[in-house]
């Protein structure tokens, strides 16, 4: 079984920044592909961002690209989230996740576990 434990969420001004960081466990970290999510009031789960097992292959929604940078690290069982210049429309929870099959994914039903959410709070 895997466990997927993210931190770092938090209130920010916008423009401001924050690092989401998810700890995982119960698998070789290493050979899998991450990805991130997030989830507003009232709207559904939208994919944020995505990694290979190496980090060689990225991919992000359009309303973070440029802004937030997604990166892990093997030898911690960690992936992370930067997220600079953030905007009051990047306030959700974000969830971590990742999947038994091979390949990038930017579809929420393609991952098959996920962590507990961390809140993102962004103020005006």
């Known amino acids: 079984q895997v466990q997927l434990v993210e931190s770092g969420g938090g209130l920010v001004q916008a423009g401001g920044s924050l690092r989401l960081s998810c700890a995982a466990s119960?698998?070789?970290?290493?050979?899998?592909?991450m990805g991130w999510f997030r989830q507003a009031p009232g709207k559904e789960r939208d994919f944020v961002a995505t990694?290979?097992?190496?980090?060689?292959?990225?991919r992000y929604a359009d309303s973070v690209k440029g802004r937030f940078t997604i990166s892990r690290d093997n030898s911690k069982n960690t992936v992370y989230l930067q997220m600079n210049s953030l905007k009051p429309e990047d306030t959700a929870v974000y969830y971590c996740?990742?999947?038994?099959?091979?390949?990038?994914?930017?579809?929420?039903?393609?991952?098959?576990?996920w962590g507990q959410g961390t809140q993102v709070t962004v103020s005006s």
């Open positions: 996740a990742t999947k038994n099959s091979l390949g990038i994914a930017t579809m929420s039903r393609a991952y098959d576990y």
């Open positions: 119960g698998r070789t970290f290493r050979s899998y592909f």
């Open positions: 990694i290979s097992w190496s980090g060689g292959d990225t």
